[in-house]
């Protein structure tokens, strides 16, 4: 008797990311070409798309490791956490997490925050360009009520937070650049990074400015965040840091009242 | 209000009349038909990101230039060319 068409697509699911098995192979028929060497065309080519996939979204890790590096690490990764859903560059969330296990890359420590840069700086990118605050729409607020505020950050925006100087390390990566050595003892780095019109970039902050927006990611109130800013650091500015972020258009528009009847009545 | 909290109060509206240099967008511009391969800027409509472009002066392959430049440069164009 055949297989059942499930236990067949799940053996062929498993021998795409690399675990064979002989009543797979036996319900393929080889002629010319023998079936175990048919299957392999589909594994190869499964592997090669979805490693060529994750260089994509992870240009820096790749540069900082070179291809074949990169591809053996791929193939790893794709192996263990196969793609749920059908879109490529929605693929490789768990990659970061992979790579700071992955027993062949730890003489780069950096490398998994790295990819969680990369990461973050796809989904900026594939993240919708909705409406920012700007400085003007908080003027309609009475100046007594912005401490109670609560600002979200926009969509696509992360705060990447790292022990090594991950900014130095990307910019030093970019195609073209004059690699001058990073100096690892340079210490932490806290990025934020954003979408803008046309792609995603991040700007390094100050460990106040970091504390801030951390604070704020949370869900809390200005007030809030202004003294984690102090306490991280005390010579925080407050005003400059607020008007820096809101300069960079890093906080979503204040949800109206209206919008919300709006949403409701619909 | 405690004192605390007029600082806050003033300081984050200080922050909304202070001038900010336009960093998120605004002084550039996307200038198609002008890159060398592998030196693209992100992205073209059949790759993801910076630094994919396969060739030369790839039509569908842009650079970030300053605003008004881009038609000073043969063959630059605001539009992607298809391919």
Redesign the interface.
Known sequence: MPPALRDLQAAFAAQLVGRDSADLASAVVGDSIPADARLRVYRHHVGHSLGAALAATFPTVQALVGDDFFQAMARAFVAREPPTQPVLAEYGVEFPAFVAGYEPAQGLPYLADVARLDWALNVAFHSPATRRLAAADLAAVAVERLPSLTVGLSDGAALIGSKYPIDRIWHASQPGTSTDAVDLAAGRADLLVLRRADDAFFVTLAAGEAAFVAVLIDGNALELAAAAGLQADAAFDLSMAFARLLGLQAFAALQQDGDRKVVKAS | ?TKT?IA???????????P??????GNTE?CYGISKA??N???TAT??????SKKDAQGDAWL?VPKGACEKIVGGKLTAAKG
């Open positions: 209000m909290r806050i109060a003033s300081a984050l509206a200080a922050a909304l009349v202070l900010v240099a336009a960093q998120a967008q996307k592998g030196k800027d992100c992205q790759s993801s990101c910076a630094g994919t970030s």
